[in-house]
């Protein structure tokens, strides 16, 4: 198993940069926003915490790719790094502190690149979660103070805790009867959104959760966390991994239930 331990060392630097920045300008009466073509925002702090990790990655790993939401693709070659500088970036310009960097580092083998390290920083709830391939998923403020992560050991659907982000997704794939069904079997549902419902998986404080359409950055260092916890993390095709465009996470006793629930055709 190779140790991926510099590299997660590497991560956590980044993020405690792209914290210091982000928290710099988070609130702030003049911060600037912008429409993408996508309709979705972005804000100056977005662009600046990306291209403050690239520039360090292009000194410390000159050798390793970079993939970005804001600036794309740069380099080639078997190590990529993943990059959403802000997830939650619409909680980030109306001041909700819900939302986060992430950092991942991808690397080329069978089934194309998968997530071998992940950091998820939110520095405004002050939290800070991470995970390296074969060294387990933790959380804490620093790589020195940390508790091991674990999902839950809930396995009954009727017992579960289901998290999403919103309803408009499910209803255009049209599987909002199935989210609505699932919805309505499980113990308890909350819209907690973005990063946030991955993280609680790996810590065990929900069982299942999923979303119907992401972007590879948005799930590369989740998936990281996710599976390092225990749990499994998949696309709703049951794809494992974060390529599928959308995903479903769970405790992995219930990753089937939860599938077949979001996958029946009415």
């Known amino acids: 198993m190779p140790d991926y331990h510099d590299d997660l060392r590497l991560a956590h630097v980044l993020a405690d940069a792209a914290d210091r920045a982000t928290m710099a300008r988070f609130k702030a009466l003049d911060l600037k926003v912008e429409t993408k073509p996508d309709m979705t925002p972005v804000s100056e702090a977005d662009k600046a915490a990306e291209e403050l990790i690239r520039g360090q990655l292009q000194r410390a790993r000159p050798r390793d790719a970079i993939l970005g939401e804001e600036y794309g693709v740069e380099g080639t070659g078997p190590r990529r790094w993943?990059?959403?500088?802000?997830?939650?970036?619409?909680?980030?310009?109306?001041?909700?502190?819900?939302?986060a960097t992430l950092i991942s580092l991808m690397e080329a083998g069978e089934g194309g690149y998968q997530p071998?390290?992940?950091?998820?920083?939110?520095?405004?709830?002050?939290?800070?979660?991470?995970?390296?391939?074969?060294?387990?998923?933790?959380?804490?403020?620093?790589?020195?103070?940390?508790?091991?992560?674990?999902?839950?050991?809930?396995?009954?659907?009727?017992?579960?805790?289901?998290?999403?982000?919103?309803?408009?997704?499910?209803?255009?794939?049209?599987?909002?009867?199935?989210?609505?069904?699932?919805?309505?079997?499980?113990w308890r549902t909350r819209g907690y959104g973005d990063f946030w419902p991955y993280m609680m998986v790996a810590e065990g404080s929900i069982d299942i959760c999923a979303e119907p359409e992401l972007s590879l950055w948005d799930m590369a260092a989740c998936a990281a966390v996710v599976a390092e916890a225990g749990g499994t993390f998949t696309g709703l095709d049951g794809q494992p991994g974060p390529h599928s465009g959308n995903a479903a996470a769970s405790n992995g006793l219930l990753h089937d239930e939860l599938l077949g629930y979001l996958n029946q055709q009415y």
Do not use: H
């Open 116 to 186: 071998v390290v992940g950091v998820v920083s939110a520095p405004a709830l002050n939290r800070r979660w991470w995970a390296a391939k074969g060294g387990g998923a933790y959380t804490g403020r620093s790589l020195t103070s940390a508790t091991r992560l674990q999902v839950s050991k809930v396995s009954r659907i009727q017992d579960a805790s289901f998290a999403y982000s919103s309803l408009t997704g499910w209803e255009q794939r049209g599987q909002l009867d199935g989210f609505m069904e699932l919805q309505r079997a499980v």
């Open 82 to 99: 993943v990059i959403d500088p802000i997830d939650g970036t619409k909680n980030y310009v109306r001041g909700v502190p819900v939302w």
